[in-house]
């Protein structure tokens, strides 16, 4: 592995189904992220870990819960999928949250359509 | 509420020079960042700026106008393959990136 990994790399939910999007990264950075991108929106934080085992919140966290049981995976669950959740997710990671300079780098994103 | 604008489309010719411009208002600042987003493909890091200037990388520079809440980035002799979403983010006060909805360039023979 080199990078960030993301699986799977687009899938096709009934609404209303459990669905997990996860994430691994080798660099042992502390930092990992989602997003959620949508067409004409600026990518938008959906949950954040500053290091292994503490979450926090972003702009849109509704709908949403990840875990990090460890520095390497950092798994996105949707526990009940609705269609505006339809939208291509990046996991991405950083070395250091909440410093300057710290660079977010990101994973290939998974494309999730939810019907 | 916090807002970060680019413009939507840029249209240039390869070999040409072209400016895109992101001004922001956002709740503290704590630098600035370019990305770059080929169709398809997850933004790539191009540039951070948190003091006043410019800051130049080979082909690509940034410009930042802390007083003026403006950005801008710079790619010169323009190549086919720089046509890509050009993403401007801002560091919050509370550390985490703000995006803007991207810039689509497109470089036209």
């Known amino acids: ?115 | 509420g916090q807002n970060i604008d680019q413009p939507t489309e840029m249209t240039a010719t390869e070999g040409a020079i072209v400016q895109i411009n992101c001004t922001y208002q956002t709740s503290g600042f704590n630098g600035l960042f370019w990305y770059q987003q080929h169709a398809g493909e997850a933004p790539t890091f191009l540039s951070y700026n948190v003091l006043d200037g410019l800051e130049e990388k080979g082909r690509f520079s940034s410009f930042l106008s802390r007083s003026k809440g403006y950005s801008y980035l710079l790619l010169k002799e323009l190549q086919m393959k720089d046509s890509a979403s050009y993403l401007c983010a801002v560091l919050d006060s509370n550390y985490q990136l703000i995006w803007g909805a991207g810039t689509k360039l497109i470089i036209k023979p």
Request: proline content about 4%; aromatic content about 8%.
């Open chain 1, 1 to 115: 592995i080199a990078g960030i990994t993301q699986a799977p790399t687009s899938q096709i939910l009934a609404a209303g189904r459990r669905m997990t999007l996860r994430c691994t990264q080798d660099m042992r950075h502390n930092a990992m992220y989602w997003y959620r991108q949508d067409l004409g929106l600026g990518l938008r934080l959906i949950h954040y870990s500053n290091t292994a085992g503490t979450t926090g919140k972003g702009e849109v966290p509704d709908g949403y819960s990840v875990s990090r049981a460890n520095t390497d995976d950092f798994p996105l669950t949707l526990a009940s999928a609705v269609p505006s959740q339809t939208s291509v997710y990046f996991c991405a990671s950083s070395e250091n949250g909440g410093t300057l300079t710290d660079t977010q780098y990101f994973g290939p994103g998974t494309r999730l359509t939810v019907l």
